[in-house]
């Protein structure tokens, strides 16, 4: 069950609306390193959630909780800088634009007053729950495995990529209040980027949670090739480092360098099958 409070999580203010800013905005709600991805990513990890604690659970409900309200504040923020965008199809040849974005021939600025222009046809000079293309939003970048260390490396990986957009939003920004709205939301990816890493420590940090998942057993796996580096360059070198020599990063064995070699032989397919539509030569 969830509640709702009518105030935003933090404040959102633009004093010089910009149509263009918007457009941008919208990365961070559908876009691959948005806002939505983060919120679903969360919500479907803690409802499949499966641990003799429940704390966890409770955690990433908190979270994608959290995140329902940055979704909400983007979505003010891109209605607040559409409030200057023309108000008709019919203004500054927006028709021509749009056809022009669809195919494919139109410029930089026709890319953005499409876009621009499908906030106003379709959401009346609101946000949508899609990207800076328009492209929808589909959930292919939800990641929910049911290990509680894959979901959380993929979680760090998720608001690292989200702060990166931010950060280069922030410095796009022209707005005071637009920066200051997102100055918050980097804050908050700072935190749950630290947030997921403290559940892998908890769980006993590298050591204890890799190879990833742990309650397989290595010995079952091929040791003679799990901490190889695989070399692939044709003249042989090798990019040194960390990766190529030393212990690894579990603790349970050394880095060495592979030459990559085949170590099976070449694939022999059996003829055609009679009903599968091939030519009489390729059938026995």
Known sequence: MYYHDKRLQYPVTVTKPNPQFARMLQQAIGGVEGEI???????????????PTTKYRDMLLHT???????????????????????????EEGVTDSIVGAVMGGGNGRHAIEGMIHKNLLSAGL??????????????????????????????????STGRVLAVRLFNAAEDEGMKKMLHYMIARDT?????????????????????????FPQGMEDEANNYNFYATSVDGSVPEGRWTSGPTIDGKGEFTVFQNQPLGPEPILGPARPDSGAQDKQIA
Do not use: K
Request: glycine share 6%; with cysteine.
């Open 37 to 51: 991805r983060v919120c679903m990513q969360y919500f479907f990890q803690a409802w499949g959630n499966r641990a």
């Open 191 to 215: 935190m749950h980027q630290q947030q997921w890493l403290a559940v892998l420590e908890e769980l006993g940090g590298p050591a204890a949670n890799l190879p990833i998942p742990n309650s």
């Open 64 to 90: 994608a909780t959290e995140e329902i309200g940055h979704i909400e504040m983007l979505a003010t923020a891109v209605a607040m800088n559409l409030e200057t965008a023309p108000a008709s199809v019919q």
């Open 126 to 159: 609101a946000a949508m729950p899609i990207d800076s293309d328009g492209v929808p939003f589909n959930m292919s970048h939800v990641y929910a495995s049911g290990n509680v260390a894959a979901d959380m490396y993929c979680n760090v990986a998720a608001e």
